[in-house]
């Protein structure tokens, strides 16, 4: 018996995955990456997008018309909105949300009888202790998510989390930094935090929790008295709940990864206030000053929309004049699409493609503008690289620096990949480096003399 899972969106919903595939395998099922031979079909859907809805559509299109052929069970999971939900519900056999998940098993033992009903009212972060309590079966032996909290409370007007995943739960912090050691001591060298807002950890715990940076502060003191190497990412941060603690924290401990993912998503105050985001423009460029002072090494990374409802050329040029400000290392650029169940899907959507794909093209001209730049200085330096697979330049393999720089270098040694080395870098461009890959000075060789190849 063989399943098959397509998780799409983005790094929770992988998380997410990871914890469905302990289940079936728990249930004696095996991982196959064909669908034709696969007996039990699922999808972890992403609401963000309209674009991943669609996905959804055509693969559930495709496996009913595998089912008139033969037995299988298909369903569907992740973040899904009210409405795809009751429609799912017509074409899939099961569907649930992430802390339902330890009910799977009796689900597809029980198929034909059970049937989940359509409440508008269920939030879906309630009980996430049952599902965090899953050890994932992770898919990469040296890089892991850890979730550290579920749902979001910001209601930003173009965003439909809040209704996919419901309100903020935080998970307790004991079983977050146990999850770690055991990743650290498996000999995992890059860690992700991961929420819809990480840094508003524990606001829903006030007096049972510590916050997000004695979090960060915690794993910092294990990350020290472990010896070991490893990085220790997070995202996604909101602007709104950065303080300055959090920074501070990140520069005093080694295994805190100098790279920050702070979402901007517009340059423009009225914008802002359109999105319901929170906070100003002043008080990200707050933010963006303390790291740049206490986190000079750090690369920067954030979230931009274009296109949204009523953007102004003077609104969208203030949007690029803040990417030519902050001068972002990596930005993920998206043109507004209309998403059922968020506010601004009553909004007029007057802004026309084609204009949205112009200004889309204009602040990634920006970015890579920017990037080059920074990437040109590090030309000449040393860096750091996790080196996680083969690139696709014949001879080479690729990483990312602490920064996430991708990078490439000359070499076929596989036994690298999984490994943190040191390369010296020889090019740059926009969006990555090149460099050649330097020798490992071991303990012994010191004492002799010598060094050795990695």
């Not at 939030?123 to 899953?134: K, L, Q």
């Not at 993912?261 to 933010?287: A, C, E, F, K, V």
């Not at 001209?365 to 697979?389: A, C, P």
């Not at 014949?394 to 602490?402: D, F, I, K, P, S």
């Amino acid at each position: 018996m063989k399943y098959f899972l397509l998780p799409l969106g983005c790094q929770m919903n992988r998380s997410d995955t990871e914890r469905v595939r302990t289940v079936l395998q728990g249930m004696g099922y095996i991982e196959t990456d064909k669908e034709e031979e696969a007996n039990i079909l699922g999808v972890i859907a992403c609401s963000v997008r309209q674009k991943g809805i669609d996905k959804v559509y055509s693969r559930i299109q495709k496996w009913n018309e595998m089912k008139q052929n033969r037995y299988c069970v298909t369903f569907v999971s992740g973040c899904i909105l009210p409405a795809d939900r009751e429609r799912f519900a017509k074409l899939f056999d099961l569907i649930f949300t992430m802390n339902e998940l330890p009910d799977l098993p009796d689900m597809i033992q029980q198929y034909g009888v059970v049937g989940m009903p359509i409440n508008r009212n269920v939030n879906p972060s309630a009980n996430m202790d049952r599902f965090w309590v899953i050890d994932p079966d992770h898919l990469s032996d040296f890089e892991a998510f850890i979730p550290i909290q579920n749902g979001c409370n910001k209601f930003c007007t173009y965003c439909a989390v809040p209704y996919t995943r419901g309100r903020e739960v935080s998970r307790k912090s004991e079983d977050i930094i146990n999850e770690l050691k055991e990743l650290v001591e498996k000999g995992y060298k890059s860690i992700t935090l991961l929420g819809q807002n990480v840094n508003s950890y524990s606001l829903d715990k006030k007096g049972e929790e510590i916050n997000f940076a004695e979090l960060l502060r915690r794993i910092g003191e294990y990350g020290d008295a472990s010896g070991k190497e490893f990085w220790v990412y997070f995202t996604s941060p909101h602007p709104r709940d950065m303080s300055d603690e959090v920074i501070e924290v990140i520069s005093q401990y080694k295994c805190l990864g100098k790279q920050i993912h702070l979402p901007i998503q517009s340059g423009d105050d009225n914008m802002l206030q359109r999105m319901n985001r929170r906070h100003t423009l002043d008080d990200y460029r707050h933010i963006i000053h303390t790291i740049r002072r206490l986190l000079p090494e750090a690369t920067i990374f954030t979230d931009i929309i274009v296109g949204f409802t009523g953007e102004t050329e003077e609104e969208f040029e203030n949007s690029r004049k803040a990417m030519e400000e902050f001068k972002y290392n990596m930005a993920y650029i998206a043109q507004y699409s209309v998403r059922p169940g968020a506010v601004a899907s009553s909004w007029a959507d007057d802004v026309p493609k084609a204009k949205k794909r112009e200004r889309y093209h204009i602040l990634t001209d920006e970015l890579m503008k920017h990037s080059l730049v920074y990437n040109q200085g590090l030309i000449g330096k040393t860096q750091k690289v996790l080196v996680n697979g083969y690139d696709r330049k014949n001879g080479y393999l690729t990483g990312h620096t602490e920064g996430k720089i991708v990078i490439r270098f000359q070499s076929r040694d596989k036994s690298l990949i999984g490994q943190i080395v040191t390369v010296k870098v020889t090019s740059a461009t926009a969006l990555s480096i090149e460099g050649t890959l330097l020798p490992v000075i071991s303990t012994e060789a010191k004492r002799n003399g010598e060094i050795s190849c990695n």
